[in-house]
């Protein structure tokens, strides 16, 4: 009889235990909390239309240079402009001596005034032959002589006329022009100085700053791209395609907007790039040949662009651009995203988010893909409206 109590006392007291653990399990289950929303500030993401431009690195070229040089020799006998102003096309610069070419002009005058009055004689002579003849009076290669020697007569005439007229250019050439508007250098002779016909070394250089040449470089990859993005309509060319605006060497921007010329239809094989040429105006001479400046080019218009806060994006282990975004049930996704190029303070998104998709840029340390979210919108941010 004891036995069989100490038996039912046991099996009660296991029993018991078993249900207070169970309840203790349940109680546990209860208290559990499920997962909290966590608040994030969100952007919501639109297209809209954008202009997109590339910054060029580039040199600034004269538009003309013209070196100085003197067509005939002779000694200088002054100069005539100040260096280092502007001077005029035609204005006079040098006079070399001009005493042997206004020599060799008064001797061809002398020439045609000749050859002039041989033709008066030879044509009298001719004259009355043509009627002697019609007579007999003169045989007809005495006709035929007087006849040949007004001819030669004419033929001496345009002779001396032609030879009058190169010592006028000569003469014409001892006063040494400009043969270009722009702003001259200092002059590399003096007062005295021998020179030559042709020479080698210039006088001078006059160089045209207004307008005035950028030539920057593009690599073909850029150019091929762009052109592929034109022809297969991705970009729209725009009325402002030809636009350039340049960045100075300190930073500031000028003041002047430039225009495209042309493009190389080669490519530098050294470099793999090719040159594009704008043109500005300079009116103050603010841009000097062989300065460094980096030049905006608009490239074209990109309609239904997503455009996405830098803050908002950022890097995987493999280098691929990643966001979080809150769908629609407001669980944490993360995108893979492909970003062209940045613009102001945003990405150029090509895929991988769409319009009306909410970025989150506020509280991403605090979730994970898969996370209940709290959407709201961001502070520090708000959805681009350029």
């Known amino acids: 009889m004891t036995h069989t109590r100490i038996i039912f006392f046991t099996l009660s007291v296991l029993a018991g235990s078993v249900a207070l653990a169970g309840c203790g399990q349940n109680d546990q289950q209860v208290a559990m909390p499920a997962a909290q929303a966590v608040p994030v500030g969100v952007v919501t993401i639109q297209s809209q239309t954008v202009t997109l431009t590339k910054e060029l690195p580039g040199r600034i070229a004269a538009s003309q240079i013209a070196e100085i040089r003197p067509q005939v020799s002779g000694i200088v006998q002054s100069r005539l402009f100040i260096e280092g102003t502007e001077v005029k096309a035609g204005q006079a610069l ?54 040949a020697a007004y001819k030669q007569a004419e033929a001496d005439l345009l002779t001396a006329q032609a030879q009058l007229k190169t010592t006028q250019i000569n003469l014409n050439y001892s006063k040494v022009s400009a043969p270009i508007d722009g702003q001259i250098s200092k002059s590399s002779v003096t007062v005295g100085a021998l020179v030559s016909a042709n ?88 841009l000097l040949p062989g300065m460094y400046v980096r030049a905006v080019v608009v490239e074209g218009v990109k309609t239904n662009a997503i455009l996405a806060p830098q803050h908002g994006i950022s890097r995987n282990q493999k280098g691929q651009a990643t966001a979080m975004v809150a769908n629609k049930d407001g669980v944490v996704e993360a995108r893979i995203l492909q970003a062209d190029r940045t613009i102001g303070t945003d990405w150029l998104i090509e895929s991988g988010l769409s319009a009306g998709d909410q970025l989150i840029v506020e509280g991403l340390q605090k979730i994970r893909p898969g996370a209940p979210v709290q959407a709201s919108p961001a502070e520090s941010a708000t959805a681009n409206t350029h």
Do not use: C, W
């Not at 001009?98 to 008066?120: G, H, L, N």
């Not at 960045?247 to 907007?257: F, P, Q, R």
């Open 94 to 147: 040098y006079q070399i001596d001009p005493a042997s070419f206004e020599a060799e002009v008064a001797s061809a005058k002398a020439a045609v005034s000749r050859a002039q009055a041989s033709i008066a004689s030879n044509k009298a002579k001719t004259k009355r032959y043509t009627e002697l003849l019609k007579i007999n009076a003169v045989s007809q290669q005495d006709f035929d002589e007087a006849d």
């Open 199 to 286: 020479q080698s070394n210039a006088l001078a250089t006059v160089t045209q700053l207004d307008p005035i040449y950028v030539d920057l470089t593009q690599s073909s990859t850029e150019l091929l791209q762009l052109k592929q993005a034109l022809a297969s309509g991705a970009l729209g060319a725009g009325k402002a395609q030809t636009e350039v605006k340049l960045m100075l060497e300190d930073g500031s921007v000028y003041a002047h907007t430039g225009t495209l010329q042309f493009s190389e239809v080669t490519v530098d094989p050294s470099t793999g790039s090719v040159t594009l040429r704008a043109q500005f105006d300079n009116p103050e001479k603010l």
